[in-house]
């Protein structure tokens, strides 16, 4: 069955590839779930037109980050916030908040979704924040006070 992946299914398929599978598996589990739809003519075409426009996004995007990733070296992004007697943060610090302050105080747009940062940021001090899309890295710092 020639079918559409609404979503990303690991080891099967991408969102919006089209494939040919097994009838039952795509009628007894990915359709239902709502992970797939039959890859009808008019379905087939709007997902053409979904992945050129999805395309042209992540060019702009990575146009973006590529401007604004030169503009990050040797920056030093300062945020106050509220510590307790040991230096911890009452509140962490996370990527949506590091963007904000980033175009903030640098004029620099960062998409939070590039910022690498594995959990919030919750000691104050200085810490290297990676900056990641495709194979492209930039790094800048964050001095926590």
């Known amino acids: 069955m020639r079918i559409i992946f609404l979503k990303d299914v690991p080891r099967v398929g991408r969102k919006n590839d089209i494939k ?81 302050e980033l175009e903030r105080k640098f004029k620099i747009k960062i998409n939070p979704e590039f910022i690498q940062l594995k959990t919030p940021i919750k000691e104050a001090g200085e810490h290297a924040i990676k900056i990641k899309m495709g194979e492209k890295e930039a790094e800048f710092k964050v001095l926590i006070i």
């Open 20 to 100: 040919n599978v097994a009838d039952g598996y795509a009628q007894n589990f990915l359709i239902p779930r709502g992970l797939a739809r039959i890859a009808t003519d008019i379905i087939v075409k709007e997902a053409e037109l979904i992945k050129k426009r999805e395309n042209e996004e992540n060019k702009i995007k990575e146009d973006l980050f590529n401007k604004n990733s030169n503009k990050l070296s040797g920056v030093i992004l300062e945020i106050k916030s509220k510590l307790n007697e040991k230096g911890h943060l009452f509140a962490g610090i996370h990527r949506e908040e590091i963007s904000k």
